[in-house]
């Protein structure tokens, strides 16, 4: 079974920069395809950004492009968000997911993942 722990989060101020670790234990990511999503309070889940299994294609939300990139180094076993010129519309709980396979393209439906971490709170003060 696998667990993935994110971290990175917290207060920033609008302008600001964070960047998300998503941390795997159990099974690796080398071998899977991997994504960011986020839920603010009230709002469905929004796909931030996804990776593929062998880093070589990403995608990014049209919310978050051009400001947000996502990264993995497999042989740390850690997935990266890293988020610039932060927004207050960027508050939410942001949670990294893993679909197992060597998928070559990035995958942004939420429905296709098969792990999920517990989410760390991304809040942007205006």
């Known amino acids: 079974q696998v667990q993935l722990v994110e971290s990175g989060g917290g207060l920033v101020q609008a302008g600001g920069s964070l960047r998300l670790s998503c941390a795997a234990s159990?099974?690796?990511?080398?071998?899977?395809?991997m994504g960011w999503f986020r839920q603010a309070p009230g709002k469905e889940r929004e796909f931030v950004a996804a990776i593929s299994w062998d880093g070589f294609s990403t995608l990014i939300g049209d919310s978050v492009k051009g400001r947000f990139t996502i990264s993995k180094d497999n042989a740390k076993n850690t997935l990266y968000l890293q988020m610039n010129s932060l927004i207050p519309e960027d508050t939410a709980v942001y949670y990294c997911?893993?679909?197992?396979?060597?998928?070559?393209?990035?995958?942004?439906?939420?429905?296709?993942?098969?792990?999920w971490g517990q989410g760390t709170q991304v809040t942007v003060s205006s």
């Open positions: 159990g099974r690796t990511i080398s071998n899977a395809a």
């Open positions: 997911a893993r679909r197992p396979g060597r998928f070559t393209f990035a995958i942004a439906s939420a429905s296709a993942y098969v792990d």
